[in-house]
């Protein structure tokens, strides 16, 4: 299988760039070989690679910044993944992007369902629900799989803050009202290749019958200080601590340009019935991360 990936450099594209290599020839491109807010150039490099499936782990992932470039955020987030689901249907190519948690307004208190009703709080939300909207307008054989609370041990993500500050800081003060689903990317790139491999002889067949907008994250919530604690609690180095207090904060005391849902735990009971494949809880999925 041609398999065409955006976002190699991404926390999931890294990831994605590996666990789909078992499935065929993966053709990867970053922000280096390939500006995506160049559209003419987007749509000639998938023509000329002719992938028989489409991977978008590439995003305006700037949640803050965003508020102030709602225009490149509108481009990257919704314009291009119309123009990838446009060429892919026309290839019958399957597509695979990526949306996100951020598309709820985080005022339900139990877990969201692809059902609920959408209501982004902020640029970066609207512009993933606009792309989720183009994606399916475009029709094809597409699965939007809206994830919430990546991380990545590379680079600089959630997990990689609360090391290097437990390592550098007396006391950490963390909100307790923000609740989620952490998704390890490196876990949400070997379910999506799961995935993909379910399908192989007849791809356009098997996930236009599927196509439609998914939850998947880890399985079950927590708030950003449990998570913080369990962070700590699992480092493999903890003699390198030198944190002694975890301090309970609230989102208010932390103003960002963004305004944040809060509680947007996702319910992925839909994507594991359909393809009988599921991610594991955030715990167990962060212990396997921090293993030494
Ligand atoms: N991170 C989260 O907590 C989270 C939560 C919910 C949903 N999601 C969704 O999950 C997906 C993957 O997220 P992630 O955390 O892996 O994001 P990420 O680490 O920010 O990666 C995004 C990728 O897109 C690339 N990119 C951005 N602008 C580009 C451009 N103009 N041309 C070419 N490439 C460009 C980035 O390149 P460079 O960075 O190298 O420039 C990077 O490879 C996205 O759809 C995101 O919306 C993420």
């Known amino acids: 299988m ?71 955020a509108m481009l990257l987030n919704e314009k291009v993944p119309m123009v990838m689901a446009e060429e892919a249907r026309k290839l019958n190519a399957p597509f695979i992007h990526y949306s996100t948690d951020y598309v709820f307004d985080g005022a339900k208190t139990s877990a969201y369902t692809e059902d609920d009703l959408t209501n982004p709080l902020n640029v970066y939300g609207h512009s993933k629900l606009k792309g989720e909207q183009a994606i399916g307008q475009v029709g094809g054989a597409h699965v939007i799989l809206r994830t919430s609370w990546v991380y990545s041990l590379r680079g600089n993500g959630f997990v990689s803050k609360v090391l290097s500050w437990a390592r550098s800081q007396d006391t950490l003060k963390i909100v307790t009202d923000q609740v989620g689903s952490p998704t390890w990317a490196r876990m949400l790139a070997e379910v999506t290749s799961a995935m993909a491999a379910r399908s192989f002889s007849d791809s356009w067949e098997y996930f236009l019958e599927k196509s439609g907008v998914y939850h998947l994250g880890g399985a079950g919530g927590v708030s950003r200080f449990d998570f913080t604690r369990a962070i700590l609690e699992l480092d493999p180095h903890p003699e390198e601590q030198k944190v002694k207090e975890l301090e309970a904060a609230l989102t208010a005391d932390f103003p960002t340009p963004a305004i944040r849902p809060l509680t947007t735990t996702l319910d992925c009971s839909r994507f594991n019935r359909v393809f009988e494949l599921s991610m594991p809880d955030w715990k167990n999925t962060l212990r396997l991360a921090l293993e030494k």
């Open 2 to 72: 041609r398999i065409l990936l955006f976002g190699k450099t991404g926390q999931l594209g890294w990831e994605l760039n590996r666990t789909l290599a078992p499935l065929g020839d993966v053709y990867a491109f970053g922000p280096d070989e390939l500006d995506l807010i160049e559209v003419d150039t987007l749509t000639r490099t998938i023509r000329e690679v002719q992938p028989e499936l489409i991977v978008n782990a590439s995003a305006y992932t700037a949640v803050d910044r965003a508020e102030q470039e709602p225009k490149l």
